[in-house]
């Protein structure tokens, strides 16, 4: 179900979206940091709690703040509605929360975000929701692993930490032929590179922890999608669960968006420089980037990426020592978990990210213990080159 594309461009919309004049006159968004809001009378209260007009309740329900921030996520993913969440974790959790309850199961890849995984591996069970996890994120695998009690199949594409790509039209298609739901974690492409709603899945959801926020100062998630399903997120996620976003962390988020598309353009500009430039560097063994024709989800990407992200996985010869060197050695990128930084970042999954999967599904996974991933950041190309070089086995 494609939708139209919007009217104005990504960069625009990253500015623009969901602005409103203050009553002040501010061009900028104030915080509103207040826990409660006043009623003008007690008719307008009792109103305003059946839901007959619109007023602001209390905090953890709404917030101006994080409204703003919400309609420029759905702006940018091209969806009806959005939730901002206390973080990517409390958007996944509540989103697959809101849609299933025991007996549900669902199908997701082997390869994804540790903490996801965890979520379906571990969390999940004690709620009587089961996962398969298929090794190859293929249509096929997907279809083949459904079951009377399926419900969702959720995506994560490109998936951490080794970039698989996943065909989102093709699973889209495939939950609604099947009556199902389609979720898509868009952290790793952001908007700026793949918009998954208007390839037809139902629900998007970030970690804005990373390139939506972008500066590294602050911790938030967002479910996206059409307002009906996103009612039930909301009153699940933040109303129910409590995993509301701070209005101060809302505004950090909407100024870091701001400048997303631009920071994006850089970023995934100079992540294919570098992703050629290992390519072709003796010490790599294997570079894992989507641009890359060599990767195997090349075909795919280029179908339904615009960009091909700020993120490169690569593979020592030399394995884990080498690995551990590199990391040791680089001055400029920082040794850091997270991504989508303004920073470059490098990360050891095995020993870090993905070390809580167990030794077998990392193993399948293809996960090995000379792995690194980097989060390209959006320093000049040329200075990160060098430190790479500097810091890669010669
Ligand atoms: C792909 C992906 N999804 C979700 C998350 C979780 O986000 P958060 O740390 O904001 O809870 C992460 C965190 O690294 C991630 O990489």
Redesign the pocket.
């Known amino acids: 179900m494609t939708q139209k594309p919007p009217a104005l461009g990504l960069a625009t919309l990253a500015v623009h979206a969901g602005e409103h004049r203050d009553p002040s006159g501010a061009l900028d968004a104030p915080i509103v940091m207040s826990s409660a809001f006043a009623f003008e009378s007690a008719d307008l209260a009792a109103g305003a709690f059946r839901g007959e007009n619109e007023a602001y309740i209390y905090g953890r329900w709404a917030n101006p703040t994080v409204e703003h921030l919400e309609q420029k996520l759905a702006a940018l993913e091209q969806g009806g509605a959005a939730v901002a969440t206390a973080?990517?974790?409390?958007a996944?959790s509540g989103a697959l929360l809101s849609l299933l309850r025991a007996g549900d199961h669902l199908v997701a890849p082997r390869s994804m975000?540790g903490?996801?995984a965890r979520l379906l591996r571990e969390r999940l069970p004690r709620l009587g929701i089961e996962t398969t996890f298929v090794d190859d994120p293929s249509p096929a695998s997907y279809e083949a692993a459904i079951r009377p009690t399926t419900r969702v199949l959720y995506a994560?594409s490109p998936a951490?930490p080794m970039l698989a790509v996943t065909d989102l039209a093709a699973i889209g298609a495939l939950a609604r032929s099947r009556g199902l739901v389609s979720v898509a974690?868009n952290?790793?492409a952001t908007p700026y590179c793949q918009n998954p709603l208007a390839l037809g899945v139902d629900l998007v959801v970030h970690?804005?922890?990373?390139a939506l926020g972008g500066h590294g100062d602050a911790?938030?998630?967002c479910v996206v999608g059409p307002v009906g399903l996103l009612d039930a997120v909301r009153d699940t996620v933040v109303k129910g669960f409590g995993g509301v976003l701070s209005p101060f962390n809302a505004w950090l988020v909407a100024r870091g968006i701001a400048t997303f598309a631009l920071r994006q353009r850089e970023a995934c500009a100079s992540a294919s420089a570098i992703a050629r430039w290992l390519a072709s560097h003796p010490a790599v063994a294997r570079v894992h980037y989507p641009g890359l024709a060599s990767h195997p989800g090349h075909a795919i990407a280029a179908r339904q990426m615009r960009a091909f992200g700020a993120l490169v996985a690569f593979e020592l010869e030399g394995g884990l020592d080498a690995a551990r060197d590199v990391v040791d050695r680089v001055e400029l990128v920082s040794h850091a978990v997270?991504?989508g930084d303004t920073r470059s970042l490098i990360t050891h999954p095995a020993s870090t990210?993905a070390s809580t999967m167990p030794a077998d599904d990392r193993r399948r996974a293809g996960i090995g213990d000379g792995l690194l991933r980097l989060s390209v950041g959006i320093e000049d190309a040329d200075d990160l080159l060098r430190d790479l070089a500097h810091a890669l086995p010669a």
């Not at 973080?87 to 409390?90: Q, V």
């Not at 970690?207 to 990373?210: E, H």
């Open positions: 973080s990517g974790m409390a996944i975000y903490e996801s994560e951490n974690d952290t790793f970690s804005m922890t990373k911790i938030g998630g997270s991504l990210t």
